[in-house]
């Protein structure tokens, strides 16, 4: 198979429009913006940015070398710990399409500065660079132990999976009103449940809810 020109390749990325593991930059104006969106893809499923494109899908090119230097600075400065990425310059129809690949990171969470310089971790869905909740932190705390562990089932549990039922959606904070648990017990064992495939997170109207794996 004949391979791909640039164009031919970049126009192929364009008109897949922007989605979970796929974003544009006109140009990168903020640093910090960056590397939020560089946390997301890689605390999510990785991604690619192709900086130079409009969000309408437009190419309007890079206009200099600075565009990398503060992806490198995004990547390594304000992202904790620092995250790998490959980056490669297309040319397409005279303009420069700068594409950035993120891979999901193995060390999470990935936390990106914000403007007081405080670490926040962010995820992917849909298109939206997303702040993870206290209870995405604690699955990511408990994968990160290399004992393992077990999960012991109590009436905690059962009350849970109970309110869950009849809910069928629940925020942490109703959880821990109807369960009468504080909230870092609440995070604790949706933490688990998560890990263990019984309960999953679900992201609407801009709210994080918690409901039983199908």
Same mark, same amino acid.
């Given at each position: 198979?004949?391979?791909?020109?640039?164009?031919?390749?970049?126009?192929?990325? =364009?008109?897949?429009?922007?989605? $979970?593991?796929? &974003?544009?930059?006109?140009?990168?104006? &903020?640093?910090?913006?960056?590397?939020?969106?560089?946390?997301?893809?890689?605390?999510?499923?990785?991604?690619?940015?192709? =900086?130079?494109?409009? &969000? *309408?899908?437009?190419?309007?090119?890079?206009?200099?070398?600075?565009?990398?230097?503060?992806?490198?600075?995004?990547? *390594?400065?304000?992202?904790?710990?620092?995250?790998?990425?490959?980056?490669?310059?297309?040319?397409?129809?005279?303009?420069?399409?700068?594409?950035? $690949?993120?891979?999901?990171?193995?060390?999470?969470?990935?936390?990106?500065?914000?403007?007081? *310089?405080?670490?926040?971790?962010?995820?992917?869905?849909?298109?939206?660079?997303?702040?993870?909740?206290?209870?995405?932190?604690?699955?990511? $705390?408990?994968?990160?132990?290399?004992?393992?562990?077990?999960?012991?089932?109590?009436?905690?549990?059962?009350?849970?999976? &109970?309110?869950?039922?009849?809910?069928?959606?629940?925020?942490?904070?109703?959880?821990?009103?109807?369960?009468?648990?504080?909230?870092?017990?609440?995070? $604790?064992?949706?933490?688990?449940?998560?890990?263990?495939?019984?309960?999953?997170?679900?992201?609407?109207?801009?709210?994080?809810?918690?409901?039983?794996?199908?």
């Amino acid at each position: 198979m004949k391979p791909l020109t640039d164009s031919e390749y970049i126009d192929s990325l =364009i008109a897949q429009g922007e989605h $979970q593991q796929q &974003d544009f930059k006109f140009e990168i104006s &903020d640093i910090r913006k960056i590397a939020k969106t560089l946390s997301a893809f890689s605390n999510t499923k990785g991604g690619r940015l192709l =900086i130079g494109v409009k &969000d *309408n899908g437009k190419i309007a090119g890079v206009r200099s070398d600075e565009e990398e230097y503060m992806i490198e600075a995004a990547a *390594n400065l304000y992202c904790i710990p620092q995250i790998e990425y490959a980056a490669r310059s297309y040319h397409v129809n005279g303009r420069n399409v700068l594409v950035v $690949q993120i891979n999901e990171s193995l060390q999470k969470p990935i936390y990106a500065k914000n403007e007081l *310089n405080k670490p926040l971790a962010y995820l992917r869905i849909a298109d939206e660079n997303i702040l993870a909740t206290t209870v995405h932190l604690r699955v990511w $705390q408990q994968s990160g132990n290399p004992k393992g562990e077990l999960i012991a089932y109590t009436q905690r549990e059962q009350l849970l999976l &109970d309110l869950l039922e009849k809910n069928n959606f629940l925020s942490l904070n109703k959880y821990c009103r109807l369960a009468h648990i504080s909230r870092y017990a609440a995070e $604790q064992l949706l933490a688990k449940l998560i890990r263990f495939g019984i309960v999953e997170s679900v992201y609407e109207n801009h709210r994080f809810h918690f409901k039983l794996t199908k």
